[in-house]
C-alpha cells in the first residue's frame, strides 16, 4: 500500500540525516515514538515531537532509554507503529527490550546515531563501533535487519525501508546511522506518498477463538492481532508455543529459535541491499558502509586514477550479512579492503564469508573522525603489490 | 427397593472460570500463596463492574505475581522484569479506549521498576497497578526486596535484613498518583470492591496487597503457614480510610494500616497531552479523535480510507 500523505513533507529539501531519519518514520506511518535525550540522536525525536501533532500521533519523552525501548513495543500492540532513538550509552540500555522485541516478534525500528565509545566516549563524534551490538547485543539466538544510511537521503529512504522490513519479518530493525550522517545536511526528496511504498500490518484474518498468535503463516513469520480485537490472546518472552502460551521443553525451544533465525536467513536474498560497481576483473574491493563508503569513495577514485583495478562494494544492509555476496567476490579478487569506523568488526564478518579464498584487509579507525582516503589507499596497493 | 434413578448432577459453573485461561490450569503458584487469591478479588471486580472485557488489556512484568498474565483470558502481556509500566503506558497512549491494568510483584514494580513507576504516576497515566506485596523476592528463591521489613531472615540476608523498606503507598502518593488503597489478602470483599473504585477513576490507580510466601518468606523466618499468615492479618490488620501515608510503613509482624489513602481529581495524561496541543499547537490534528472516527465508520461499514 501507499504512504498516508498526512505524514509526507512532499518536496526538495535541505535536511540533516536525523530530520530526514524522523521524516522517513513520519512518511513509513509511524505514529508513536518514544524517547530519551541523547546526543547525538536527540534531534530525530525533537523534529518528531514538533511535527507529529500536526500529522496526528504522539511523542513521549520517557524516563530513560529501557522505558522508550518497551513503551514502544507497548504501542505496537496497542496498534500504532512505533519507533525509538539513540546512541551508544542509550544503545546499551536498551538491549534486553531488542531480545524482547525478536522473542515477542514485535515489528519495532531502533535508530542507533553511532557516537565512539566504550562508555560515554565521544558524544559529539562518529563511529561505527556499534555493529556487533545491534547483532549480538541481547541475549540468546535471534536475528534483525540493520541499514546503513550513508546520506541524509538514505536515512529518509532507509528509514521507510526499516519500517517495512520490521513490518514484513516480525523483527526489530536497527537504522545504523552515525554522527557524521546524522548532522551532515544535504539535500533530500521527499516524493509524493503515492510513490511511497508501506508494508502494511500483518493482521491476522483468524476468527475469534481461533487465533493461534506464534503459527508461521507460510513464511515463518505469524500474523498479528492488537490488544482490543477480541482475540484475548497471550504474548510472553518466556519460550512459547504457537498459542503464545509458556512452554519451556527443549523441543518448544529448538521449533521457536530455529524459526526466529530462519525466517530472515530463508529471505537473506531479498533483504539484502547493496552497491556495486566495478567487481568485475576487479584485483581489490573495497568494502564499507555508512559514512566510511563515502570517504571509501574518494579512495578507490585515487586507485583509479592511479590506473589500479579496484571495486566498490557498500553494505545498505549490514544484518543478515550477505555471506553469498561475499562469497562471489571472493572467488575473483585478491583482496577485498574494509575501512571502517571501529578495530574491525564487520571486517570479521567480510573473513568469515571469505573463508580464506581472498585476502580480506582491515583498515580500522577507533572513531571521533573519518578515514583519511590516503590510507585506505595505501592499504589498497599494498594488498595487490 | 429399586435403584435410585441415575440424576445428572450439574455442577455449577465457577463464575471465575470464564477469566481464566484453564487450559493452563494448574498453576504454579505455592499451596497458601496468596497470589491465587487476588485473582480471585480480581475477576469479581470485574464481573461486578460489567467492564468491557475486550476492551482489557493485562500487562504483567517478571515473578511470581508476573505469571497471572498467562493465566488470565484477556489480551495479556507478560513483559521483561521492572517494565510492564512503560509497556502499558505505550499501549495506553496508542489505543486510549483500552483499559491497561498492570499486574506485578513489589519487586518488579519498586526495584527494578521503581523509575517507571514513579513516573507514570507522575504523569497521570491511566492505568491501574495492582501491587502484590508478599515482601521478597519469590521466583528467585527469596532473596531481600525493597519491601522487606528490617530483621527479616532472607536469602541474601542470612542475618536479618536492615536495608531500610519503602513505604508503597506513600511513595506512590507522593509521586501522583489519584488513587491509592492498601489491604491484605484477609481482605477478599475489599479488594473486590476496590478494584471497582479504581476501575472507574480515571489516571493512575494504585492498590497494594500484602500477600504471604510462605514457603520463602514465613517457613525462613518462623512465622507459620498460609493460616497463620491469615490470623496475623486478621489480628494486625486496621481499617484507617484517609490514613495519612505517611503512617503507613510496615514493620516484621507489625500492626498493618489498610483501607483507601488518596482518592483525588486530576488531569490524566491523554487529556492533558490534548488540551494542550490543542491550544498550543496552531495545526493540531488530534489523533484520538481521527482514530475514533475511523473505527466508528469501519463499524458502520460505511466507506474506508484503506
Same mark, same amino acid.
Given at each position: 500500500?501507499?504512504?498516508?500523505?498526512?505524514?509526507?513533507?512532499?518536496?526538495?529539501?535541505?535536511?540533516?540525516?536525523?530530520?530526514?531519519?524522523?521524516?522517513?518514520?513520519?512518511?513509513?506511518?509511524?505514529?508513536?515514538?518514544?524517547?530519551?535525550?541523547?546526543?547525538?540522536?536527540?534531534?530525530?525525536?525533537?523534529?518528531?515531537?514538533?511535527?507529529?501533532?500536526?500529522?496526528?500521533?504522539?511523542?513521549?519523552?520517557?524516563?530513560?532509554?529501557?522505558?522508550?525501548?518497551?513503551?514502544?513495543?507497548?504501542?505496537?500492540?496497542?496498534?500504532?507503529?512505533?519507533?525509538?532513538?539513540?546512541?551508544?550509552?542509550?544503545?546499551?540500555?536498551?538491549?534486553?527490550?531488542?531480545?524482547?522485541?525478536?522473542?515477542?516478534?514485535?515489528?519495532?525500528?531502533?535508530?542507533?546515531?553511532?557516537?565512539?565509545?566504550?562508555?560515554?566516549?565521544?558524544?559529539?563524534?562518529?563511529?561505527?563501533?556499534?555493529?556487533?551490538?545491534?547483532?549480538?547485543?541481547?541475549?540468546?539466538?535471534?536475528?534483525?535487519?540493520?541499514?546503513?544510511?550513508?546520506?541524509?537521503?538514505?536515512?529518509?529512504?532507509?528509514?521507510?525501508?526499516?519500517?517495512?522490513?520490521?513490518?514484513?519479518?516480525?523483527?526489530?530493525?536497527?537504522?545504523?546511522?552515525?554522527?557524521?550522517?546524522?548532522?551532515?545536511?544535504?539535500?533530500?526528496?521527499?516524493?509524493?506518498?503515492?510513490?511511497?511504498?508501506?508494508?502494511?500490518?500483518?493482521?491476522?484474518?483468524?476468527?475469534?477463538?481461533?487465533?493461534?498468535?506464534?503459527?508461521?503463516?507460510?513464511?515463518?513469520?505469524?500474523?498479528?492481532?492488537?490488544?482490543?480485537?477480541?482475540?484475548?490472546?497471550?504474548?510472553?518472552?518466556?519460550?512459547?508455543?504457537?498459542?503464545?502460551?509458556?512452554?519451556?521443553?527443549?523441543?518448544?525451544?529448538?521449533?521457536?529459535?530455529?524459526?526466529?533465525?530462519?525466517?530472515?536467513?530463508?529471505?537473506?536474498?531479498?533483504?539484502?541491499?547493496?552497491? =556495486?560497481?566495478?567487481?568485475?576483473?576487479?584485483?581489490?574491493?573495497? +568494502?564499507?558502509? %555508512?559514512?566510511? @563508503? *563515502?570517504?571509501? !569513495? &574518494? $579512495?578507490?577514485?585515487?586507485?583509479?586514477?592511479?590506473?589500479?583495478?579496484?571495486?566498490?562494494?557498500?553494505?545498505?544492509?549490514?544484518?543478515?550479512?550477505?555471506?553469498?555476496?561475499?562469497?562471489?567476490? =571472493?572467488?575473483?579478487?585478491?583482496?577485498?579492503?574494509?575501512?571502517? +569506523?571501529?578495530? %574491525?568488526?564487520? @571486517? *570479521?564478518?567480510? !573473513? &568469515? $564469508?571469505?573463508?580464506?579464498?581472498?585476502?580480506?584487509?582491515?583498515?580500522?579507525?577507533?572513531?571521533?573522525?573519518?578515514?583519511?582516503?590516503?590510507?585506505?589507499?595505501?592499504?589498497?596497493?599494498?594488498?595487490?603489490? | 427397593?429399586?435403584?435410585?434413578?441415575?440424576?445428572?448432577?450439574?455442577?455449577?459453573?465457577?463464575?471465575?472460570?470464564?477469566?481464566?485461561?484453564?487450559?493452563?490450569?494448574?498453576?504454579?503458584?505455592?499451596?497458601?500463596?496468596?497470589?491465587?487469591?487476588?485473582?480471585?478479588?480480581?475477576?469479581?471486580?470485574?464481573?461486578?463492574?460489567?467492564?468491557?472485557?475486550?476492551?482489557?488489556?493485562?500487562?504483567?512484568?517478571?515473578?511470581?505475581?508476573?505469571?497471572?498474565?498467562?493465566?488470565?483470558?484477556?489480551?495479556?502481556?507478560?513483559?521483561?522484569?521492572?517494565?510492564?509500566?512503560?509497556?502499558?503506558?505505550?499501549?495506553?497512549?496508542?489505543?486510549?479506549?483500552?483499559?491497561?491494568?498492570?499486574?506485578?510483584?513489589?519487586?518488579?514494580?519498586?526495584?527494578?521498576?521503581?523509575?517507571?513507576?514513579?513516573?507514570?504516576?507522575?504523569?497521570?497515566?491511566?492505568?491501574?497497578?495492582?501491587?502484590?506485596?508478599?515482601?521478597?523476592?519469590?521466583?528467585?528463591?527469596?532473596?531481600?526486596?525493597?519491601?522487606?521489613?528490617?530483621?527479616?531472615?532472607?536469602?541474601?540476608?542470612?542475618?536479618?535484613?536492615?536495608?531500610?523498606?519503602?513505604?508503597?503507598?506513600?511513595?506512590?502518593?507522593?509521586?501522583?498518583?489519584?488513587?491509592?488503597?492498601?489491604?491484605?489478602?484477609?481482605?477478599?470483599?475489599?479488594?473486590?470492591?476496590?478494584?471497582?473504585?479504581?476501575?472507574?477513576?480515571?489516571?493512575?490507580?494504585?492498590?497494594?496487597?500484602?500477600?504471604?510466601?510462605?514457603?520463602?518468606?514465613?517457613?525462613?523466618?518462623?512465622?507459620?503457614?498460609?493460616?497463620?499468615?491469615?490470623?496475623?492479618?486478621?489480628?494486625?490488620?486496621?481499617?484507617?480510610?484517609?490514613?495519612?501515608?505517611?503512617?503507613?510503613?510496615?514493620?516484621?509482624?507489625?500492626?498493618?494500616?489498610?483501607?483507601?489513602?488518596?482518592?483525588?481529581?486530576?488531569?490524566?495524561?491523554?487529556?492533558?497531552?490534548?488540551?494542550?496541543?490543542?491550544?498550543?499547537?496552531?495545526?493540531?490534528?488530534?489523533?484520538?479523535?481521527?482514530?475514533?472516527?475511523?473505527?466508528?465508520?469501519?463499524?458502520?461499514?460505511?466507506?474506508?480510507?484503506?
Amino acid at each position: 500500500m501507499h504512504a498516508d500523505p498526512k505524514g509526507v513533507l512532499t518536496g526538495v529539501h535541505f535536511l540533516d540525516g536525523d530530520h530526514a531519519c524522523c521524516e522517513g518514520a513520519l512518511a513509513a506511518g509511524a505514529r508513536f515514538a518514544a524517547g530519551y535525550p541523547i546526543t547525538p540522536s536527540t534531534e530525530v525525536v525533537e523534529r518528531f515531537a514538533m511535527r507529529v501533532p500536526t500529522v496526528g500521533g504522539v511523542f513521549i519523552q520517557m524516563e530513560d532509554e529501557l522505558a522508550a525501548s518497551i513503551a514502544i513495543q507497548g504501542a505496537v500492540w496497542g496498534g500504532a507503529k512505533a519507533f525509538t532513538v539513540t546512541s551508544g550509552p542509550g544503545f546499551s540500555l536498551m538491549m534486553e527490550h531488542i531480545g524482547y522485541a525478536a522473542m515477542t516478534e514485535t515489528p519495532c525500528v531502533f535508530v542507533d546515531v553511532q557516537r565512539g565509545g566504550p562508555s560515554t566516549g565521544l558524544p559529539t563524534l562518529p563511529a561505527q563501533a556499534d555493529m556487533m551490538q545491534c547483532r549480538w547485543g541481547s541475549h540468546g539466538d535471534y536475528e534483525v535487519i540493520a541499514v546503513c544510511p550513508n546520506s541524509p537521503q538514505e536515512a529518509f529512504d532507509l528509514t521507510i525501508q526499516a519500517f517495512n522490513f520490521s513490518e514484513q519479518y516480525r523483527v526489530p530493525v536497527f537504522v545504523m546511522l552515525d554522527e557524521c550522517v546524522g548532522h551532515m545536511t544535504e539535500k533530500v526528496i521527499i516524493p509524493e506518498a503515492d510513490q511511497i511504498d508501506v508494508y502494511p500490518r500483518r493482521k491476522t484474518t483468524a476468527k475469534q477463538g481461533e487465533y493461534l498468535p506464534y503459527k508461521s503463516n507460510g513464511d515463518g513469520v505469524p500474523d498479528i492481532a492488537h490488544a482490543g480485537e477480541g482475540h484475548r490472546f497471550h504474548m510472553t518472552g518466556l519460550t512459547h508455543d504457537e498459542r503464545g502460551y509458556p512452554a519451556m521443553t527443549v523441543k518448544v525451544q529448538d521449533k521457536l529459535v530455529r524459526r526466529l533465525q530462519t525466517k530472515i536467513t530463508n529471505a537473506i536474498e531479498k533483504i539484502t541491499l547493496f552497491e =556495486a560497481a566495478d567487481l568485475d576483473g576487479a584485483d581489490a574491493v573495497v +568494502l564499507s558502509y %555508512g559514512i566510511t @563508503s *563515502r570517504v571509501a !569513495q &574518494r $579512495a578507490i577514485e585515487l586507485a583509479h586514477a592511479k590506473g589500479l583495478k579496484v571495486g566498490k562494494f557498500r553494505l545498505i544492509t549490514a544484518w543478515p550479512f550477505p555471506d553469498y555476496k561475499i562469497q562471489e567476490i =571472493a572467488r575473483t579478487a585478491k583482496a577485498i579492503i574494509v575501512p571502517e +569506523l571501529n578495530l %574491525g568488526q564487520m @571486517s *570479521r564478518e567480510v !573473513q &568469515r $564469508a571469505a573463508n580464506g579464498a581472498c585476502k580480506v584487509v582491515p583498515v580500522p579507525h577507533a572513531g571521533g573522525g573519518v578515514h583519511n582516503p590516503e590510507d585506505i589507499l595505501k592499504a589498497i596497493e599494498e594488498a595487490i603489490r | 427397593m429399586s435403584a435410585p434413578a441415575a440424576v445428572e448432577v450439574k455442577a455449577p459453573i465457577n463464575p471465575v472460570e470464564p477469566f481464566l485461561r484453564m487450559d493452563r490450569m494448574p498453576h504454579i503458584w505455592c499451596p497458601g500463596c496468596g497470589i491465587g487469591t487476588t485473582v480471585n478479588c480480581f475477576t469479581r471486580a470485574l464481573i461486578e463492574s460489567k467492564v468491557d472485557l475486550k476492551n482489557l488489556a493485562l500487562v504483567s512484568g517478571i515473578g511470581c505475581t508476573g505469571r497471572v498474565a498467562g493465566y488470565v483470558k484477556l489480551d495479556s502481556f507478560h513483559t521483561t522484569h521492572g517494565r510492564a509500566i512503560p509497556f502499558a503506558t505505550g499501549m495506553k497512549l496508542a489505543n486510549p479506549k483500552l483499559n491497561v491494568v498492570v499486574y506485578a510483584g513489589d519487586g518488579d514494580l519498586f526495584a527494578i521498576g521503581g523509575n517507571h513507576l514513579i513516573h507514570a504516576a507522575r504523569r497521570n497515566v491511566d492505568i491501574k497497578v495492582i501491587c502484590v506485596n508478599n515482601l521478597i523476592y519469590a521466583m528467585t528463591g527469596g532473596q531481600t526486596a525493597p519491601t522487606t521489613p528490617a530483621n527479616v531472615i532472607t536469602a541474601t540476608a542470612p542475618y536479618g535484613s536492615f536495608d531500610p523498606a519503602f513505604n508503597l503507598p506513600a511513595l506512590v502518593e507522593a509521586a501522583g498518583a489519584v488513587y491509592v488503597a492498601r489491604w491484605t489478602t484477609f481482605h477478599v470483599r475489599q479488594i473486590a470492591r476496590s478494584m471497582q473504585e479504581m476501575f472507574a477513576k480515571k489516571g493512575f490507580g494504585f492498590i497494594e496487597i500484602l500477600s504471604p510466601c510462605p514457603t520463602l518468606y514465613q517457613r525462613r523466618n518462623k512465622l507459620g503457614d498460609g493460616l497463620d499468615t491469615m490470623k496475623y492479618y486478621k489480628e494486625k490488620s486496621k481499617i484507617k480510610n484517609g490514613a495519612p501515608t505517611s503512617e503507613c510503613a510496615l514493620a516484621k509482624q507489625g500492626e498493618i494500616i489498610v483501607g483507601k489513602f488518596v482518592d483525588r481529581e486530576k488531569p490524566d495524561y491523554i487529556e492533558l497531552m490534548r488540551q494542550h496541543l490543542a491550544n498550543a499547537c496552531p495545526q493540531f490534528i488530534d489523533w484520538y479523535q481521527v482514530e475514533e472516527q475511523r473505527a466508528e465508520e469501519a463499524q458502520d461499514g460505511g466507506c474506508c480510507t484503506q
